[in-house]
């Protein structure tokens, strides 16, 4: 199952156990983000000016290799947390923010389990 339909599930995880599909598709989000520098990524293209972020801003903020951050990239593009925008010779990035939705609705604990 695609990372991205299993996103699209209903009820929060407190008021209805995930299906085996589910989870795998979840579990591979959950895995991109467990990553110190695509968090770090996320972070950077959702809190950059206009939401977005180029490249070369993403890589300023690394001391690491380039084809590195593409690869970070290309993960957090693959599970549907960013899209990206060919302009000249840079890419742009920007966060998905309807799959951050889903994925606080999905952890959401409703009141009656919290208290």
Not at 88 to 100: D, N
């Amino acid at each position: 199952m695609d990372a991205l339909q299993v996103l699209e599930c209903g009820p929060p995880l407190a008021r209805r156990p995930l299906g085996e599909g589910q989870a795998v598709g979840l579990a591979r989000v959950f895995k991109a983000l467990g990553d110190p520098v695509r968090l770090r990524i996320v972070s950077i293209v959702a809190g950059h000016q206009g939401g977005e972020a180029c490249v070369c801003d993403i890589t300023d903020a690394f001391e690491l290799a380039q084809p590195t951050i593409s690869h970070h990239l290309k993960v957090l593009k693959d599970v549907g947390l960013l899209t990206s925008e060919r302009r000249a010779s840079w890419v742009y990035y920007r966060v998905v923010p309807e799959r951050l939705a889903e994925l606080s609705a999905l952890l959401a604990v409703p009141a009656e389990v919290a208290g």
